[in-house]
C-alpha cells in the first residue's frame, strides 16, 4: 500500500509539473519602447561576433505574425550558440501598453523587444538597414562584427532562416 501511495504521488507530482510547463511563458529579457532609432540599432550593431537576426514586425501586420512562430523555434534552437535574436516591431508607441506587451505575453515572445517609434526619421532609418528596403514589413536583417551580412523584405521560411543562419555563424 505504501508503494502504491508513493507511486500515485510521484505521478500527480509529475504531472503538476508538467502542467506548470506547458503553462509557462518566457518573457522577453528586454522590452522597451524607444523613440531613438540609434538607442535600438547600438543593440545589433556590436562589434563582436555574435550573429544578430533582427526581425522589424508589428502586431497588426499578419505575415509579421505568420512567420513569428518560426523565428521563436529558430530563437530556442540556437540559444545556446553565438546568437542573439531581435524583434524590431513598427507599432504605435499608444499600442505598447496593450496591443504589443499583450502580444508578447500571449504568444510566448521570448527575444528581445524593441518598439521603435522613431517615425519622423523613417526615411534616415530605413536605408541605413539597407539601401533596397522599401521600408515594408516583415524584414529580416542579419549582423556579424558589426556589419549587415543578409537582409530579406518579405517573410522568410524558417528552413531558408535556418539555412542563412547556418551560413553565417
Request: hydrophobic share 35%; proline share 4%; with cysteine.
Amino acid at each position: 500500500m505504501k508503494k502504491f501511495i508513493g507511486i500515485c504521488t510521484l505521478l500527480l507530482t509529475i504531472t503538476s509539473c508538467d502542467k506548470k510547463a506547458e503553462t509557462a511563458v518566457e518573457k522577453p529579457q528586454v522590452l522597451e519602447l524607444s523613440t531613438d532609432y540609434n538607442s535600438v540599432f547600438n543593440q545589433f550593431t556590436k562589434q563582436n561576433d555574435t550573429l544578430y537576426i533582427v526581425n522589424f514586425w508589428a502586431t497588426w501586420c499578419q505575415p509579421c505574425v505568420e512567420e513569428l512562430p518560426d523565428f521563436m523555434k529558430i530563437n530556442s534552437e540556437f540559444k545556446s550558440e553565438k546568437f542573439k535574436m531581435i524583434l524590431v516591431s513598427l507599432d504605435k508607441a499608444a499600442d505598447f501598453e496593450t496591443k504589443v506587451k499583450n502580444y508578447i505575453k500571449t504568444n510566448n515572445i521570448s527575444p528581445d523587444v524593441y518598439v521603435l517609434t522613431d517615425n519622423k526619421r523613417m526615411n534616415e532609418w530605413i536605408p541605413k538597414i539597407n539601401k533596397t528596403w522599401s521600408g515594408a514589413i516583415p524584414a529580416t536583417a542579419i549582423y556579424k562584427n558589426g556589419k549587415q551580412v543578409f537582409f530579406t523584405e518579405g517573410q522568410i521560411s524558417y528552413n531558408d532562416l535556418v539555412k542563412t543562419i547556418n551560413k553565417f555563424k
